[in-house]
Each structure stands twice: as structure tokens, then as C-alpha cells.
């Protein structure tokens, strides 16, 4: 399965979707806390998801379950830059274990990870998306349904383009 991101929009084999990107757009420079999403193309490396919210999907990439505990860190003085982490944790992190069902269920894409470069962005996933399609923080953003089925079918060979 390929993805193309473009103009708030997803492309999911040639059908056209809502989409939300950073609340600053799509750049080609992207930096850590810049409300913005990275241009390029990227794979998918995991899957987390809450299985007290959703039922157990049948994944084809690796996956985990979400609990309180777990968080990822977006702190470019941490050495555990750009990675998944558990609370209680000294550096800053963002928890994945929200109130919202935002992060129901997380596609990790592997943006600044071979090798992580400290200050270059972090924690950019494809998650559920608000009612409005409300811009993200750097992250691509779809309809919950959707997500559920995308998520389903996303392997480690799945590619997502994102343009400008």
C-alpha cells in the first residue's frame, strides 16, 4: 500500500481523502516544534495501538499495545531523541496514552531515524484526525474509520509520499 500526501489531502490507492498536516504546512526544512510536516518519502517501522479502545486489527506491520506508561521522546538534548519511551521518564516527552482518541492508533513513520539527527523533528505519525481536520503538529492526520483500515494493510514495504 502507497500514500500520497498533498494539499490536506491523502491519496490511498488513486481515492482522494481529507487530510490534516502541520498547522504550518508541509516543509522541506523541517525542525523540532515547527508545527510543520517533512517532505519526503517515508516507510512505516511500527504500529502502536489502544486495545481498550479498538479491537485487536489484524496488523501486517510489527505492533503494540498503547499504555499509560508510554510516551516518545521529543527532547533534542535527550539521547533518546525522536524514540518511544516509558513514563515515568526525566526528559521531555509526549505521552501516548491520551485522553483523546487521537493516538487509538499510531503508524510510525520513519522520518529522522537512520540516524536520528538531534533538533530535526520527531514523533511524525499517521493518527486519527479531529472532527474538523484541524492542522497537527507535524504529524498527517485521517479519519478514524479510515485509519482502521489503512492500518490494517500498511507493511513494511508501504511507502508514504509527502509533497509540497
Known amino acids: 500500500m502507497n500514500l500520497l500526501v498533498k494539499d490536506?489531502?491523502?491519496?490511498?490507492?488513486?481515492?482522494?481523502?481529507?487530510?490534516?498536516?502541520?498547522?504550518?504546512?508541509?516543509t522541506n526544512k523541517k525542525s523540532e516544534g515547527d508545527m510543520s510536516t517533512p517532505?519526503?518519502?517515508?516507510?512505516?517501522?511500527?504500529?502502536?495501538?489502544?486495545?481498550?479502545?479498538?479491537?485487536?486489527?489484524?496488523?501486517?506491520?510489527?505492533?503494540?499495545?498503547?499504555?499509560?506508561?508510554?510516551?516518545?521522546?521529543?527532547?533534542?538534548?535527550?539521547?533518546?531523541?525522536?524514540?518511544?519511551?516509558?513514563?515515568?521518564?526525566?526528559?521531555?516527552?509526549e505521552a501516548l496514552y491520551r485522553d483523546d482518541n487521537l493516538y487509538d492508533i499510531i503508524c510510525v513513520l520513519n522520518y529522522n531515524t537512520s540516524p536520528i539527527i538531534k533538533g530535526k523533528g520527531s514523533a511524525i505519525f499517521l493518527h486519527s484526525a479531529k472532527r474538523n481536520f484541524e492542522g497537527t503538529e507535524g504529524c498527517i492526520a485521517i479519519d478514524r474509520k479510515l485509519l482502521m483500515k489503512v492500518s490494517e494493510n500498511i507493511s513494511d514495504q508501504s511507502i508514504i509520499s509527502i509533497e509540497i
Open 8 to 26: 490536506n489531502h491523502i491519496y490511498i490507492n488513486g481515492t482522494k481523502y481529507d487530510c490534516a498536516v502541520g498547522k504550518n504546512g508541509i
Open 39 to 93: 517532505v519526503g518519502e517515508y516507510r512505516f517501522n511500527h504500529i502502536y495501538y489502544r486495545s481498550d479502545r479498538i479491537k485487536r486489527l489484524s496488523f501486517l506491520l510489527s505492533s503494540s499495545e498503547i499504555f499509560p506508561e508510554d510516551g516518545w521522546c521529543d527532547d533534542p538534548k535527550s539521547k533518546y531523541y525522536n524514540q518511544h519511551i516509558k513514563f515515568p521518564f526525566k526528559d521531555k516527552a
